[in-house]
């Protein structure tokens, strides 16, 4: 429940539910409202409003689904009881589908990760507000041990086959579907069931908030509070940390959402071992089930801006794809991955630049051609063999391409700079190409006799080039002479 100011053009009507909402608050703290200012709520039904009287202000809500709403003055309730952050609800007239609870503000977590970051990385500010945030949430996902009571929990008591089944069909449907990504529909279904199978196998006696994400987070003079739990059941720790880990426009880096979680383990005290056995299961079913609200929103329903979070969630899967093997073989889910990352299409939605990686390597073809296991499999394979060789010279032997001495005997050569320029050409014709395309992943590579000297300098040489001239991320790595730099 994001609560920003989305006021209505002046002699606009006024919202049905202002009568009731402003008789509720008067009831409640005795003065006449004297401001009613309409809040967003992003994708949800519910309408909120911020009503204040010069002294206080308060957020007025009108649920039109009222199993939902009892839901969250539930969990409100007895989360406050047991100390944790979130809002006081002040009075709540259910029959009309109203409450008012307590105003923590209009700053979310989202909010304040876009206006401080300047760059992929976390600041440490910000990261210092995600482990704040990730030392709350093992306390909430406690409150199921403790006694907490889910006789209200909307839709489902818990997270279970019939939660896990609608998930992937809405996947299947609003997102595979109206994206046009092809699938058999049998082989899928029997996929489907395995997996459900895999993630019903994780411990499910904790507090599964559901959408535990960074816009349901509000910051509020630099401390967490939280909100949107009315969809909260009993269910694996592992759901809440891939949602607010994978949230896609929060766009965290891979090594920050490894620090984040490791943080979370030793906040929770849980088992690495055991956690990490289902947790990217989890990461998949969340996303899974982030593209069916996309496809739904987008596709289906028109609202274009929720589409914006697609590339983000595709790159999410390219990384999955290369970084995080599950325990039970999918092949039909996996295609159907595999067709999502390599879509220009799904790439090309909002205005969001993930930016490309470029992966350059050297090697020696005496052990073998590198295979690109982290991208798209493609890209470029570049025999320097032919290049005059520095390593026959004895005192090069013992040096690299990365020593002034072998790097100068190159730049001599008029064949390596004629070779040079004719890489640098291709790559760069591919570079702009995937850039305009919103694709992520390129690998570039330089094989020689010994992987010591040829391969080493070009690959330098073209890391060097494509970080002045294009401003993509490079990451280079000499397979033959140990840790890349």
Do not use: H
């Given at each position: 429940m994001p609560l920003k100011n989305d006021a209505p053009e002046q002699g606009s009507l006024k919202s049905p539910q202002e009568p009731a909402l402003r008789a509720l608050y008067k009831k409640t703290f005795g003065p006449e409202p004297d401001t009613f200012e309409p809040l967003r709520a992003d994708a949800s039904a519910r309408r909120l409003f911020r009503l204040g009287d010069g002294k206080r202000t308060a957020v007025g809500v009108f649920g039109p689904d009222k199993a939902e709403n009892r839901a969250f003055l539930s969990f409100s309730g007895q989360f406050r009881a047991a100390g944790l952050p979130v809002p006081e609800i002040y009075a709540e007239d259910q029959a009309q589908g109203i409450y008012l609870e307590e105003d923590l503000g209009s700053t979310t977590l989202f909010e304040y990760l876009s206006a401080e970051r300047k760059g992929p990385e976390l600041p440490p500010q910000v990261m210092a507000a995600y482990l704040k945030v990730l030392d709350?949430?093992?306390?909430?996902?406690?409150?199921?041990?403790?006694?907490?009571?889910?006789r209200h929990c909307y839709p489902r008591a818990a997270f279970d086959r019939q939660s896990?089944?609608?998930?992937?069909?809405?996947?299947?449907?609003?997102?595979?579907?109206?994206?046009?990504?092809?699938f058999n529909e049998d082989k899928l279904e029997a996929d489907f069931s395995r997996f459900a199978d895999l993630l019903l196998e994780a411990p499910s006696d904790h507090f599964l908030y559901r959408d535990f994400q960074s816009r349901n987070i509000m910051l509020r003079d630099g401390e967490p509070w939280f909100i949107d739990y009315q969809g909260g059941r009993r269910g694996a720790a592992q759901y809440d940390v891939a949602s607010l880990l994978y949230d896609a426009k929060a766009d965290l880096q891979p090594e920050d959402r490894a620090s984040l979680r490791e943080a979370y383990l030793k906040a929770s005290g849980q088992d690495a071992g055991g956690f990490m056995r289902y947790y990217y299961a989890f990461v998949y079913a969340r996303i899974m089930q982030a593209m069916g609200a996309y496809g739904l929103r987008g596709f289906y329903e028109r609202k274009t801006h929720f589409l914006a979070s697609v590339p983000y969630a595709v790159r999410n899967i390219e990384w999955l794809l290369r970084n995080a093997e599950l325990p039970?073989?999918?092949?039909?889910?996996?295609?159907?991955?595999?067709?999502?990352?390599?879509?220009?299409?799904?790439?090309?939605?909002?205005?969001?630049?993930?930016?490309?990686?470029?992966?350059?390597?050297?090697?020696?073809?005496?052990?073998?051609v590198p295979l690109d296991d982290r991208g798209h499999g493609g890209g470029f394979v570049f025999d320097c063999r032919a290049l005059p060789n520095p390593g026959r010279y004895e005192q090069y032997a013992q040096l690299t391409g990365r020593d002034k001495p072998v790097a100068d005997f190159l730049k001599g050569e008029a064949e390596v700079e004629r070779f040079l320029r004719g890489v640098f050409a291709i790559t760069g014709q591919s570079v702009e190409n995937y850039l305009s395309r919103n694709f992520t992943s390129l690998s570039v590579s330089f094989g020689c006799t010994g992987g010591r000297h040829r391969s080493v300098y070009c690959a330098e040489a073209l890391a060097a080039h494509l970080r002045k001239n294009y401003g993509a991320r490079v990451e280079l790595t000499h397979r033959e002479l140990g840790p890349a730099r």
């Open positions: 709350w949430l093992p306390k909430f996902q406690a409150q199921v041990k403790a006694g907490l009571d889910l896990v089944m609608w998930d992937l069909n809405y996947f299947k449907y609003y997102f595979l579907k109206l994206a046009k990504i092809p039970v073989k999918l092949p039909e889910l996996t295609a159907c991955f595999k067709r999502i990352a390599a879509s220009s299409y799904l790439r090309q939605f909002g205005k969001s630049r993930l930016g490309l990686t470029v992966r350059v390597t050297s090697f020696s073809f005496k052990n073998g």
